[in-house]
């Protein structure tokens, strides 16, 4: 059974600092994982997508795969109170299924 | 680019009836669209995978009677709620495979089912 996990939180990172949200994922078969914003009662936003081991890079977010320890983690520097939501790991094996979410880490900004 | 809207954002029942949610994906052709519903405080739990032109694929414990799915074509995905009870109400939110060669999904604005 296809499983994503992430810590629930919350997480409380003091503004300006770096934000750190861990993900790991259970089928070695996945090809393609995804980062989502949800704010509270609005519906998910895809903020990042990563398909290959390293690091990417999108303005003040990077995203990091490691394949052979099954684990994503996102970046956020320079952290905002708007970037305040939780975060929603997703990982997608490639085929007609609908992605896989984690449970979502719950990310607090301190002003 | 990207867009998925959704219709109605906001929807109130009664216990009995049935209600007809629309999911449109407004600058690209999606073959595949999903359908997904979320409980206060709790995760994204996918319903159901709908493919333009055929039979809507259910996760294990929807019930497809109850959770009618249809994809006419490549920008439109409905899901009806038949004979709805209070127990249905949660958020709805439909999503659509994206049009590069990832599997990004993009998710619409969600509809907001209350069932009195």
């Known amino acids: 059974q296809k499983e994503v996990e992430q810590n629930s939180g919350p997480l409380s990172v003091p503004e300006g600092a770096i934000a750190s949200l861990n993900c790991t994922y259970s089928?070695?078969?996945?090809?393609?994982f995804f980062w989502y914003r949800q704010y509270s009662g609005k519906s998910p936003e895809l903020i990042m997508s990563?398909?290959?081991?390293g690091d990417k890079e999108d303005g003040r977010f990077t995203a990091q795969l490691n394949k052979a320890s099954q684990y994503v983690s996102l970046l956020i520097r320079d952290s905002q109170p708007s970037d305040s939501a939780t975060y929603l790991c997703a990982s997608d094996v490639g085929g007609a299924d609908g992605l896989t979410f984690g449970k979502g880490t719950h990310l607090i900004i301190q002003p | 680019g990207a867009v998925v809207s959704q219709h109605p954002s906001r929807v109130i029942c009664k216990s009995g009836t049935s209600v007809k949610i629309e999911c449109r994906s407004l600058?690209?052709?999606?073959?595949?669209m999903f359908w997904y519903r979320q409980f206060p405080k709790q995760s994204l739990m996918l319903m159901a995978t709908s493919n333009e032109g055929s039979k809507a694929t259910y996760e294990q414990g929807v019930e497809k009677d109850k959770f009618l799915i249809n994809h006419a074509s490549l920008t439109l995905s409905t899901l009806t709620v038949t004979s709805a009870h209070p127990e249905d109400s949660s958020f709805y939110i439909c999503?659509?495979?994206?049009?590069?060669?990832?599997?990004?999904?993009?998710f619409g604005p969600g509809t907001r089912l209350t069932v009195t």
């Open positions: 600058d690209f052709q999606a073959t595949t």
């Open positions: 089928d070695r078969g996945s090809q393609s």
């Open positions: 999503s659509a495979r994206g049009p590069g060669q990832g599997y990004e999904q993009y």
């Open positions: 990563i398909y290959s081991n």
